[in-house]
T-cell receptor, first 113, second 113 residues
Framework: EAQVTQNPRYLITVTGKKLTVTCSQNMNHEYMSWYRQDPGLGLRQIYYSMNVEVTDKGDVPEGYKVSRKEKRNFPLILESPSPNQTSLYFC????????????FGPGTRLTVL | GNSVTQMEGPVTLSEEAFLTINCTYTATGYPSLFWYVQYPGEGLQLLLKATKADDKGSNKGFEATYRKETTSFHLEKGSVQVSDSAVYFCALSSANTGNQFYFGTGTSLTVIP
């Protein structure tokens, strides 16, 4: 089954404790992206990647890191989480940017205390 | 800059009512336009898209027409069902946006029997 998977689905952590949210897709997509969803703000793009070893900042990259060592994986890293990073996070992928449909993962709900 | 503006919700309609959700955009160049739907507890799914002016995207009874003259991409459905209850997001992408995706804030729709 073609899908985007994220882990964990739910996470409660404390300020300053490094964490990684994994994202994996099995559709051989070049493009992958991370978003955060907050009430009243919709989805905002954090980082995206056009292909292996190519990553770029989105609208809200501060406090986040990503890497793209393999085509299928695109982990999101929070080196020192803070309470303002409490949010719902989505990973997405597509064959290429622009005209193509993005496939979204099920989401990761993160709470930083 | 690039942005998407959606009508604010929540929207509550009776079954079989007519639905319109307004979406206007600001973008350089010629963006592709999308409507995504998010059902409770799930990630976003592509509902429909249009890649050039005057194109009409359609799916599951929903339609939207890419109007360049009014920079709009309003979502319509002639007769909504309870199963259409969800959050709807308008989005754009363009090579001129640096391969970024821009989403509106989302409009929550509840359809009552």
């Amino acid at each position: 089954e073609a899908q985007v998977t994220q882990n964990p689905r739910y996470l409660i952590t404390v300020t300053g404790k490094k964490l990684t949210v994994t994202c994996s897709q099995n559709m051989n997509h070049e493009y992958m992206s991370w978003y955060r969803q907050d009430p009243g703000l919709g989805l905002r793009q954090i980082y995206y990647s056009m292909n292996v070893e190519v990553t770029d900042k989105g609208d809200v990259p501060e406090g986040y890191k990503v890497s793209r060592k393999e085509k299928r994986n695109f982990p999101l890293i929070l080196e020192s989480p803070s309470p303002n990073q409490t949010s719902l996070y989505f990973c997405a992928s597509s064959f290429r940017m622009n005209h193509n449909e993005q496939f979204f993962g099920p989401g990761t709900r993160l709470t930083v205390l | 800059g690039n942005s998407v503006t959606q009508m604010e919700g929540p929207v509550t309609l009776s079954e079989e009512a007519f639905l319109t959700i307004n979406c206007t955009y600001t973008a350089t160049g010629y963006p592709s336009l999308f409507w995504y739907v998010q059902y409770p507890g799930e990630g976003l799914q592509l509902l429909l898209k249009a890649t050039k002016a005057d194109d009409k995207g359609s799916n599951k009874g929903f339609e939207a027409t890419y109007r360049k003259e009014t920079t709009s991409f309003h979502l319509e459905k002639g007769s909504v069902q309870v199963s259409d209850s969800a959050v709807y997001f308008c989005a754009l992408s363009s090579a001129n946006t640096g391969n970024q995706f821009y989403f509106g804030t989302g409009t929550s729709l509840t359809v009552i029997p």
